[in-house]
């Protein structure tokens, strides 16, 4: 089995930036891709960015620009740096992996960031 533990998140103001983290333990051999989606409260899960073994990446528009996806292979760790933080930003962020074991993505219990005047 495979844990996944985000951390980062928090309130802040626009403009600001964060960096969020997931650490995955347990059984990360096979663990192909990882990303994050995030959730608004009353909206529907979104994917944010995604980066794949080789190091190809998805990002989504509405963050172009703003986000960066990386990956620590060694550490098993994907990071998420979020600069220009604004309102719309606000939501619980998911950290996922894809297995080779497993046929659906794996997801942490997320991190809330709060972005607020």
């Known amino acids: 089995q495979v844990q996944l533990v985000e951390s980062g998140g928090g309130l802040v103001q626009p403009g600001v930036s964060l960096r969020l983290s997931c650490a995955a333990s347990?059984?990360?051999?096979?663990?192909?891709?990882m990303g994050w989606y995030r959730q608004a409260l009353g909206k529907q899960r979104e994917l944010v960015v995604g980066i794949t073994t080789a190091g190809s990446t998805n990002v989504a528009d509405f963050v172009k620009g703003r986000f960066t996806i990386s990956r620590d292979s060694v550490k098993n760790t994907v990071y998420l740096q979020m600069n220009s933080l604004k309102p719309e930003d606000t939501a619980v962020y998911y950290c996922?992996?894809?297995?080779?074991?497993?046929?659906?993505?794996?997801w942490g219990n997320g991190t809330l960031v709060t972005v607020s005047s």
């Open positions: 996922y992996i894809t297995h080779r074991v497993y046929g659906m993505p794996l």
């Open positions: 347990g059984s990360t051999i096979g663990i192909g891709a």
